[in-house]
């Protein structure tokens, strides 16, 4: 299997530092500050990054779990909201799943989603969060 790396650089103190991070695709880099983490200042943050690779990790893992019942997708789209609080530490990511799904019926696909919610490899890397909450929706 791959072995994917990023990486960051941080120069100065906490408060009045910056830094950046890249993916090691160099495919997206971006600039970050203790206002883009921790208040709404300018720049991207790690809690962005993981929401992002969640949501992409949920959905991917869903749309493979829904081919193997017999129903592929026509569409997975998921949004993570990555909850930073004090400490400062990460205790809730609410996943926000919208499926379109010909022909599955609503019992079947809640079940492949929260299946998805616990075996998805970054679900699987973020246990330590207390709380990773799931809505998923079938439409049609």
Partial sequence: MAVRTSEATWQG???EGSGTMK???GLCEGPFTFAS???EGKGTNPEELIGAAHAGCFSMYLSALLSEAGAPPRRVHTTASVHLEAGPTIRKI???CEAEVPGLDEAKFQEL???AKQECPVSKALAAVEEI???AKLVR
């Fill in 13 to 15: 103190t906490l408060k």
């Fill in 113 to 115: 989603a929260a299946r």
């Fill in 133 to 135: 909450i799931l809505t």
């Fill in 23 to 25: 993916l090691g695709s």
């Fill in 37 to 39: 983490r921790f208040e």
């Fill in 94 to 96: 609410a996943l926000n």
